[in-house]
C-alpha cells in the first residue's frame, strides 16, 4: 500500500516569505496527491491536489511539484502570512475509492 | 451549502464505556469516511461507507464499527473505551461521482478516556 512521510514536523518562517513544504511517498502507482491544511480546532480543509500525470500545479499563492523519479511533491506557499499558520499534510491514495493515506503534517508557524 | 456536521464535538468517558458519534455529510455526497486523528499517529483511516454498505476498512480492532443510513448520515461507535483511544475522530464526506477523490471533513469530535 502506499505512504507518505513529511521531512520536517515543523517550520518555522518569516511573514512575507515563501515556504516550502516537502513530501515523500512510496508508491509509484500513485497517481493523485492533495494537500490539505489544517488549522487549530478544524478539520483538515483541502487546498490543492495533482494528478501523476503534472509535474506542477498552481493555485492561489501556492505551488505543487511533483517529481515522480524521486516520488517526491512539494507545496509552495508564496508571501506566506500569519493566517497561513497550520498543519500541512500531504495525502495519496491508498487503495479503495475514498481512502486516503496522510503523513504526520509539517506545522507551519508564521512570524510576524 | 452546509458543510459536514458533527456531533458531539467534546466528550469524556472512562475505559470500558462506549461511544457514538454522528456526521452529517455535506448534502448530495453519499461516502462518508472516517479518520481518527492522535498527535503520535496522526490521521489514520477507520472506514468508508457508500450507500450504506462498508466499502473499505482500516487497520482497527473490531471495537470499532460504524454504519450509513439511508440519508447518507452515518455513525460510529467504539466499544470497551481503553485510553488509547482517546483521539480526534473525523469524519470526511465526499460526492464520488466528481471523481476527484476530495474529502470534506468536518471538524471532529474529540473524545478523552479517563
Known amino acids: 500500500g502506499e505512504s507518505v512521510g513529511l521531512h520536517l514536523p515543523t517550520l518555522s518562517v518569516q511573514e512575507g516569505d515563501n515556504s516550502i513544504i516537502n513530501c515523500a511517498y512510496s508508491n509509484s502507482a500513485s497517481d493523485y496527491f492533495i494537500w490539505y491544511k489544517q488549522e487549530s480546532g478544524k478539520g483538515p480543509q483541502f487546498i490543492i491536489d495533482?494528478?501523476?500525470?503534472?509535474d506542477k500545479r498552481q493555485g492561489q499563492r501556492v505551488t505543487v511539484l511533483l517529481n515522480k523519479t524521486v516520488k517526491h511533491l512539494s507545496l509552495q506557499i508564496a508571501a506566506t502570512q500569519p493566517g497561513d499558520s497550520a498543519v500541512y499534510f500531504c495525502?495519496?491514495?491508498?487503495?479503495?475509492?475514498?481512502?486516503?493515506?496522510f503523513g504526520k503534517g509539517t506545522k507551519l508557524t508564521v512570524n510576524p | 451549502k452546509a458543510g459536514v456536521t458533527q456531533t458531539p464535538r467534546y466528550l469524556i468517558k472512562t475505559r470500558g464505556q462506549q461511544v457514538t458519534l454522528s456526521c452529517s455529510p455535506i448534502s448530495g455526497h453519499r461516502s462518508v469516511s472516517w479518520y481518527q486523528q492522535t498527535p503520535g499517529q496522526g490521521l489514520q483511516f477507520l472506514f468508508e461507507y457508500f450507500s450504506e454498505t462498508q466499502r473499505n476498512k482500516g487497520n482497527f480492532p473490531g471495537r470499532f464499527s460504524g454504519r450509513q443510513f439511508s440519508n447518507s448520515r452515518s455513525e460510529m461507535n467504539v466499544s470497551t473505551l481503553e485510553l488509547g483511544d482517546s483521539a480526534l475522530y473525523l469524519c470526511?464526506?465526499?460526492?464520488?461521482?466528481?471523481?476527484?477523490?476530495?474529502?470534506?471533513f468536518g471538524e471532529g469530535s474529540r473524545l478523552t478516556v479517563l
Open positions: 495525502a495519496a491514495p491508498g487503495g479503495g475509492s475514498e481512502k486516503l493515506v
Open positions: 495533482i494528478r501523476s500525470n503534472m
Open positions: 470526511a464526506s465526499s460526492d464520488r461521482l466528481a471523481g476527484t477523490g476530495e474529502l470534506f
